[in-house]
């Protein structure tokens, strides 16, 4: 079964850059599906941040595009998130999640288990 | 962006009972709409895709319907391990966003 992880940095400093890390396994990122960021806020408020599809193209979320950047090692399996300038805002567990697309049914049906950032100096 | 307004934010229920969480989008968003289960670990699954397809997996006790800017998730008769966040999800217009969740909480 397809399984997703993140990894990174627990702990990032207000200014410096978020980077995460989502390994796939059970499934080639290449092969079809978009690949997602998702955070959820203290408050239990959820983001999507954007995703990087199988053909390597990429769909942010207005509100994070002059911040963010999603890219991918295919070799690996693996893809990523950068989020720079960070805040305290920014303070939220990330998820990596795959996007299902096939009309009409969009939906994430594959998540990691989660990853806690938390932005402090 | 479209906004997802979900209510109640935490609900009380016992074991055996019937509830429904609602989610008001701030338009009409055709029926593409998903639910998510949050549970206490962290751990995230579809429930519902496209208003009322259950994912595979899921117990037919979970339901999901509605139309416009209104749909709701259903479960039957509470079983223990369904006391957990509940979000509802857009997918008519980019970017997907989100509700604010409802705490399912034993009462």
């Known amino acids: 079964e397809i399984q997703l992880q993140e990894s990174g940095p627990g702990l990032v400093k207000p200014s410096q850059s978020l980077s995460l890390t989502c390994s796939v396994t059970?499934?080639?990122?290449?092969?079809?599906?978009?690949w997602s960021w998702i955070r959820k806020f203290p408050g239990n408020k959820m983001e999507w941040m954007g995703y990087?599809?199988?053909?390597?193209?990429?769909n942010y979320n207005p509100s994070l595009k002059s911040r963010i950047s999603i890219t991918r090692d295919t070799s690996k399996n693996q893809f990523f998130l950068q989020l720079n300038s960070v805040t305290t805002e920014d303070t939220a567990t990330y998820y990596c999640?795959?996007?299902?697309?096939?009309?009409?049914?969009?939906?994430?049906?594959?998540w990691g288990p989660g990853t806690m950032v938390t932005v402090s100096s | 962006d479209i906004q997802m307004t979900q209510t109640p934010s935490s609900m009380p229920a016992s074991l055996g009972e019937r509830v429904t969480i609602s989610c008001r989008a701030s338009?009409?968003?055709?029926?593409?709409l998903n639910w998510y289960q949050q549970k206490p670990d962290g751990t995230i699954k579809p429930l519902i895709y496209?208003?009322?397809n259950l994912q595979s997996g899921v117990p037919s006790r979970f339901s999901g319907s509605g139309s416009g800017t209104d749909y709701s998730l259903t479960i039957s008769s509470l079983e223990p391990e369904d006391f957990a966040m509940y979000y509802c999800?857009?997918?008519?217009?980019?970017?997907?966003?989100f509700g604010g969740g409802t705490k399912l909480e034993l009462k």
């Open positions: 999640a795959r996007y299902r697309r096939r009309v009409p049914y969009w939906y994430f049906d594959f």
């Open positions: 059970g499934y080639t990122i290449t092969s079809g599906y978009d």
């Open positions: 990087i599809s199988y053909s390597g193209s990429t």
């Open positions: 338009q009409g968003i055709s029926n593409y």
């Open positions: 496209y208003t009322s």
């Open positions: 999800q857009q997918y008519d217009s980019s970017p997907w966003t």
